[in-house]
């Protein structure tokens, strides 16, 4: 081991007493993916004397959790690749790392310049709920062109916007021809999945009710189905919502179909080291369609 290194082991022993270093000092005996190791332990150190330290505000506590959440962290393994659109401006970047690491965007109180109802709150949040700002739509349909692409690489039959003309709004009580998001042919049992994409903040009320992580894309995910489900089974079809969430979290619809989807692509085109590819790139388009949001609401401010 080199003196860099054991000069970081010596403090790391000094700010973690609790943690068994035995083994680490020797290359013959250090674990697998040492460093990793390492730095997870002191991660975690930081993360719980922040917790006992000092009063983390609301807001604060539920980004936190927001953050330590499935799939959250998997836009950040993506590779970036511009054939693909896989890629962010260094503004865009910057600017989905404020927003998760809840450094300010805009001036407090700042009076929305499209819906003219609310305040841009200083961390963005009203700029990525707001249906009525373009962004909006933009998310949305970056989202559900990822995944439709998604499906064409791992071959499976799949159409976009595809006029099934049976969605139904029960309190109209006929058909309003909306199209599926993506219509996925001989989904279930032979049948054709009707795919419904739905992203929320999982911030909007925050501190009207107790937050659990999550809860937002649930309640998304569960509405879709009172809405649209039967109107699918009526006609020989099954319904799937895919709700997200601005920080990553994914419905267990999604997490299901995600899943079902990336064992087809590796069993037709990919190799066993790229088991998560599919979570990665769905993460990164919903950071993308985030971040794209927020810059579009920013004026000129030094970033």
Known sequence: MDSDYVCALA??????????????????TAPPKAQHALASALFSKIVHEIEVQFDLTVRQRAV????????AQDFLHAIPIDGLGQHM??????????????????PVDEVSPVCHKACLDSFGEHAVHCKELPGFKYRHDLVR??????????GISAKKEAPVNFL???????????PADILVFGWVGGKHACVDLTGVSPLVGLGSCVFTVGQAALKAASGKVIKHEKACLDNQHVFIPFAFDTFGF??????????????VMH???MTPRSMDVVFKRLSFAIKKGVASQLVARLRTISM
């Open 145 to 154: 062109d990822v995944l439709f692409y998604i499906f064409r690489c791992a």
């Open 267 to 269: 069993s037709n085109v």
């Open 11 to 28: 403090c790391l022993r000094d700010t973690i007493p609790s943690f068994d270093f035995s083994g680490f000092a020797n290359k013959d």
């Open 168 to 178: 139904t709004d029960p309190l109209e009580g006929r058909s309003t021809l909306r």
């Open 250 to 263: 994914l419905a267990p619809e999604a997490v299901d179909l995600l899943s079902r989807v990336q064992r």
């Open 64 to 71: 936190f959790e927001c953050l330590r959440a499935p799939h």
């Open 89 to 106: 401006s260094p503004v865009e970047y910057r600017t989905i790392l404020k927003y998760r690491l809840m450094i300010p965007l805009f």
